[in-house]
């Protein structure tokens, strides 16, 4: 076989231009966001380096590094899966996938200096104010302009679709519409106040509510990423039973200011342990590539961990020393860095098919995950002892410094791992020839 065919057969295993793209975006702002991580263990560890940072302090970096691990790292793998699910990394519109994720990148960019000049309206993460409330709906309202456009041009080309397919397309494009005026108008210092103080904090209630959610997702997200295995379609069905059931004992449940000390409380929250061994037969119902065998694992191993931590730092006793410390931290990034993590790369493992080698480097997945859990060992080490004594990480001493310096390290390995993804993607599309040597050396023999 020739070359040119030889080239044209590697070409035909990698992934649209428009997932490459969203790939290399969301693996930048993570680079960068992971980075500033880096900075403000650093300025935790030695407070005096403020002074250096002018009005750059601590207190701005921070907004910035959350804002970028939300609306950057997390949110565009999602946009890489609308353009799957919408057909919009397909022509004649995958041209225009790049533009859109430029657009969104830009609105970033103008947020975090914004953040960065103390420019907030004092939500956590809902601190778009000025021109940064305009321009970051306006590039969420730019991907679904994109989203329809590819949905109308495909109506025709793909028959095979059910009605009740295409359905769900249209209901998704009616709930994408609504999150840029979302984000506008709750984004606004005079819809509620930052600090609420009718509210005693989360309740049994909302805590499984915003869990069902995310039940949810993990439900639906195979539906746009591959087909299910007649066999066990069963177990696809007792998912969608049992999330039923949830949902109205969810109802059921007092919605006031209720203490986290009543049995019904904690009870409902415990509900959610069903999911550690339902969601692995419920993905296991799926064809998945083989390449996302690695994230696949971690990210349900991650779910379980979450769903088993969640529900005993909940419990009366533990939430009450561990709330206001670093414990539930370490739990928030258990949570991001761990599960909703290895859950996007998982999802861009699959969208990316043969290009995505990136995410499965051996060194790069140990060290990411490792590094995570060193991170949550080591805060819940510091929140144990912070219940005891709030002093303890706000004046400098041996144990506390000992659990800081450990944070920056671990910290340093993800950023590390992170930014050997970013640079293995800048590869994607550009050289073949290393991308697939394997594939070529079959091709030629």
Same mark, same amino acid.
């Given at each position: 076989?020739?070359?040119?065919?030889?080239?044209?057969?590697?070409?035909?295993?990698?992934?649209?231009?428009?997932?490459?793209?969203?790939?290399? @975006?969301?693996?930048?702002?993570?680079?960068?966001?992971?980075?500033?991580?880096?900075?403000?263990?650093?300025?935790?560890?030695?407070?005096?380096?403020?002074?250096?940072? =002018?009005?750059?302090?601590?207190?701005?970096?921070?907004?910035?590094?959350?804002?970028?691990?939300?609306?950057?790292?997390?949110?565009?793998?999602?946009?890489?899966?609308?353009?799957?699910?919408?057909?919009?990394?397909?022509?004649?519109?995958?041209?225009?996938?790049?533009?859109?994720?430029?657009?969104?990148?830009?609105?970033?960019?103008?947020?975090?200096?914004?953040?960065?000049?103390?420019?907030?309206?004092?939500?956590?993460?809902?601190?778009?104010?000025?021109?940064?409330?305009?321009?970051?709906?306006?590039?969420?309202?730019?991907?679904?302009?994109?989203?329809?456009?590819?949905?109308?041009?495909?109506?025709?080309?793909?028959?095979?679709?059910?009605?009740?397919?295409?359905?769900?397309?249209?209901? =998704?494009?009616?709930?994408?519409?609504?999150?840029?005026?979302?984000?506008?108008?709750?984004?606004?210092?005079?819809?509620?106040?930052?600090?609420?103080?009718?509210?005693?904090?989360?309740?049994?209630?909302?805590?499984?509510?915003?869990?069902?959610?995310?039940?949810?997702?993990?439900?639906?997200?195979?539906?746009?990423?591959?087909?299910?295995?007649?066999?066990?379609? =069963?177990?696809?069905?007792?998912?969608?039973?049992?999330?039923?059931?949830?949902?109205?004992?969810?109802?059921?449940?007092?919605?006031?200011?209720?203490?986290?000390?009543?049995?019904?409380?904690?009870?409902?929250?415990?509900?959610?342990?069903?999911?550690?061994?339902?969601?692995?037969?419920?993905?296991?119902?799926?064809?998945?590539?083989?390449?996302?065998?690695?994230?696949?694992?971690?990210?349900?191993?991650?779910?379980?961990?979450?769903?088993?931590?969640?529900?005993?730092?909940?419990?009366?006793?533990?939430?009450?020393?561990?709330?206001?410390?670093?414990?539930?931290?370490? @739990?928030?990034?258990?949570?991001?860095?761990?599960?909703?993590?290895?859950?996007?790369?998982?999802?861009?493992?699959?969208?990316?098919?043969?290009?995505?080698?990136?995410?499965?480097?051996?060194?790069?997945?140990?060290?990411?995950?490792?590094?995570?859990?060193?991170?949550?060992?080591?805060?819940?080490?510091?929140?144990?002892?912070? =219940?005891?004594?709030?002093?303890?990480?706000?004046?400098?001493?041996?144990?506390?410094?000992?659990?800081?310096?450990?944070?920056?390290?671990?910290?340093?390995?993800?950023?590390?791992?992170?930014?050997?993804?970013?640079?293995?993607?800048?590869?994607?599309?550009?050289?073949?020839?290393?991308?697939?040597?394997?594939?070529?050396?079959?091709?030629?023999?």
């Amino acid at each position: 076989m020739s070359l040119p065919q030889t080239d044209a057969l590697a070409r035909s295993h990698q992934s649209a231009p428009g997932i490459v793209s969203a790939a290399r @975006h969301s693996l930048f702002w993570l680079v960068f966001a992971n980075a500033i991580g880096v900075l403000i263990a650093l300025l935790l560890l030695f407070p005096s380096l403020n002074r250096m940072l =002018g009005e750059w302090t601590y207190g701005r970096w921070i907004m910035v590094h959350m804002n970028l691990e939300l609306f950057g790292w997390s949110s565009l793998p999602m946009a890489g899966f609308l353009f799957k699910v919408y057909g919009s990394d397909r022509e004649p519109l995958a041209k225009w996938c790049s533009p859109v994720l430029w657009v969104w990148s830009a609105a970033l960019g103008v947020g975090s200096l914004s953040w960065l000049s103390g420019h907030s309206s004092g939500k956590l993460f809902l601190d778009w104010t000025g021109y940064a409330r305009v321009l970051f709906p306006l590039a969420m309202f730019a991907l679904w302009v994109l989203l329809i456009c590819s949905f109308i041009l495909g109506w025709n080309r793909t028959p095979h679709r059910t009605l009740g397919a295409r359905s769900a397309r249209v209901l =998704g494009l009616a709930l994408l519409l609504a999150v840029p005026f979302i984000i506008y108008i709750a984004s606004s210092p005079n819809i509620y106040p930052p600090v609420n103080p009718s509210t005693g904090g989360p309740t049994g209630a909302s805590q499984l509510e915003s869990s069902l959610v995310i039940v949810a997702i993990l439900l639906l997200l195979p539906f746009g990423l591959t087909e299910s295995n007649a066999a066990r379609v =069963g177990w696809i069905r007792a998912s969608w039973v049992v999330l039923l059931l949830e949902c109205l004992l969810c109802a059921a449940l007092g919605r006031a200011d209720i203490s986290h000390h009543q049995p019904a409380q904690f009870l409902s929250l415990g509900s959610l342990l069903v999911w550690i061994p339902l969601t692995p037969a419920y993905y296991a119902a799926f064809a998945w590539r083989a390449e996302t065998r690695l994230w696949r694992n971690a990210f349900l191993c991650w779910w379980s961990a979450l769903i088993v931590t969640g529900w005993v730092l909940f419990l009366p006793g533990i939430l009450d020393h561990f709330k206001f410390t670093d414990g539930l931290v370490g @739990h928030s990034l258990l949570s991001m860095a761990g599960f909703v993590s290895s859950l996007l790369i998982f999802v861009m493992v699959q969208l990316l098919g043969e290009d995505a080698w990136i995410f499965n480097r051996t060194r790069s997945f140990y060290g990411w995950n490792l590094a995570v859990v060193g991170y949550v060992v080591l805060m819940s080490a510091a929140g144990w002892r912070e =219940g005891f004594d709030p002093t303890f990480t706000i004046v400098p001493g041996a144990a506390r410094n000992v659990l800081y310096i450990l944070r920056l390290v671990v910290g340093v390995v993800m950023l590390a791992s992170s930014l050997d993804w970013l640079i293995d993607a800048s590869k994607l599309r550009r050289e073949p020839d290393a991308v697939f040597p394997s594939l070529k050396q079959e091709v030629a023999a």
